[in-house]
């Protein structure tokens, strides 16, 4: 008898015990839960905490000649890129999405930009770009929004949809960051409005970020990078700006740089796509360039 009650007593110690372990992983999961939770309304609220810069500001600050505060004249890729952006930017905030894929697994080409959420971005051109997705019936496809945000459509119905003076727009965002300054300059014939740096250490920083992506910090692994950083080096590359980040480098190092980018421009988009917690817009957005 009295073996018989040590024996029921340890039983119901050990399932005490494990009740506590599994409401200790229980909690350490709520937590973790917690905290990515935290961090994208932290992603949503931009500049909480120091000067944060949209993928498009930082695309375009790339872009940007620094004492002379405009984009070089023969850049004609920088426009659809800063749209691309945009749409990414909106998929990592939890904004838009693709369609399913379906039974008969069309090509991220082929899905449509679906509004997952239409709450404010806090950013106007975001939430102007966000406005037309969300109102767009039937749903349009990723390249489809490329062109129609940067008004590169034959069809007079649907000019309404160009997103005007993008960069503009972003340069004075930039301006209210402390980033830039706004100036004029004469070229002969006509007036035009500057934006120089002004803040060289926010530059100096987001050069670094790339450079150290494919250099000191090197994964080789897209799934292991961050998703933010990933994006900014595929889009910058399609906008023409991503050697201005590497111009400052030794040659060994450029040519590593540029060996490394081309080898994430080689990826499968689809293939990438079905990976774990891939985001799927984004690998849309980079097939639309790269295809």
């Known amino acids: 008898m009295t073996s018989l009650t040590k024996r029921t007593s340890g039983l119901v ?43 498009m500001e930082e695309v375009l600050l790339l872009g940007l000649k620094d004492r002379e505060g405009y984009t070089s004249f023969w850049n004609d890729c920088i426009s659809s890129g800063l749209r691309g952006c945009m749409l990414i930017e909106l998929a990592l905030r939890g904004r838009l999405q693709l369609e399913a894929c379906g039974m008969r697994r069309k ?53 309404h949809y160009q997103l005007r003076n993008v960069r503009e727009r972003l340069a004075k965002n930039l301006v209210e960051k402390g980033v830039l300054t706004t100036e004029k300059q004469n070229f002969l014939l006509f007036d035009m409005t500057t934006h120089p740096l002004t803040n060289n250490t926010l530059k100096q920083r987001l050069v670094k970020k790339v450079q150290e992506s494919v250099l000191e910090k090197w994964v080789n692994d897209p799934q292991r990078m961050d998703r933010r950083v990933l994006a900014l080096i595929l889009l910058a590359h399609s906008s023409d700006v991503l ?45 639309a360039f790269t295809k």
């Open 107 to 159: 090509s991220l080409l082929a899905r449509k930009v679906i509004c997952k959420s239409d709450a404010p971005t806090g950013d106007m051109l975001l939430d102007e770009a966000l406005k037309h997705i969300k109102d767009t019936q039937p749903p349009e496809t990723v390249q489809s929004w490329i062109e129609l945000l940067s008004g590169e459509t034959w069809n007079p119905l649907k000019l």
């Open 13 to 55: 110690q050990r399932k005490t015990e494990a009740h506590r372990n599994a409401e200790k992983e229980r909690g350490s999961d709520e937590e973790e839960d917690e905290a990515r939770r935290v961090d994208d309304e932290d992603d949503d609220k931009g500049d909480a905490k120091d000067t944060r810069l949209t993928l």
């Open 243 to 287: 050697e201005n980040a590497f111009a400052p480098l030794p040659d060994e190092q450029f040519d590593l740089g540029m060996t490394r980018v081309r080898g994430l421009l080689e990826l499968e988009p689809e293939t990438e796509s079905a990976k774990p917690n891939a985001n799927e817009l984004m690998w849309a957005v980079v097939a």
